[in-house]
């Protein structure tokens, strides 16, 4: 089963910025990295875990969430394995636990149901 790791997260400013990673590792031999969907999730204190956006699988198509469309971008390098969360001008309410999750079926989606596999999350914390 695919492993994910995210990377990238801390303490931010309001209006600031920050890059996420998510790094996959020990994927199954009929699969390469490029055949998932890649999610970012995130989830606050008291609140469900919510979609903000997804990259499909070999043709990158991007979804995102309203929340946050216009300041966050999803892009992804294959041969890294690798898909980013480019966050900017960041809200105090942007602050939760940020998660990636793969979906393997390529299709991507930003419901937590359709990922098959989650990393452990990365804080962010955006304060003055």
């Known amino acids: 089963e695919v492993q994910l790791v995210e990377s990238g997260g801390g303490l931010v400013q309001p209006g600031g910025s920050l890059t996420l990673s998510c790094t996959a590792s020990?994927?199954?031999?009929?699969?390469?990295?490029?055949?998932?969907?890649i999610g970012w999730f995130r989830q606050a204190p008291g609140e469900e875990r919510g979609g903000l956006a997804c990259?499909?699988?070999?043709?990158?198509?991007?979804v995102y969430a309203d929340s946050v469309k216009g300041r966050f971008t999803i892009f992804k390098n294959n041969d890294k394995n690798t898909v980013y969360l480019r966050m900017n001008n960041l809200e105090v309410e942007d602050s939760a636990i940020y998660y990636c999750?793969?979906?393997?079926?390529?299709?991507?989606?930003?419901?937590?149901?359709?990922?098959?596999?989650w990393g452990q999350g990365t804080q962010v914390t955006v304060s003055s």
């Open positions: 020990g994927l199954p031999s009929r699969y390469t990295f490029g055949d998932y969907a």
């Open positions: 990259i499909q699988n070999d043709y990158g198509r991007t």
């Open positions: 999750a793969a979906d393997s079926t390529g299709l991507g989606s930003l419901a937590t149901y359709d990922h098959d596999a």
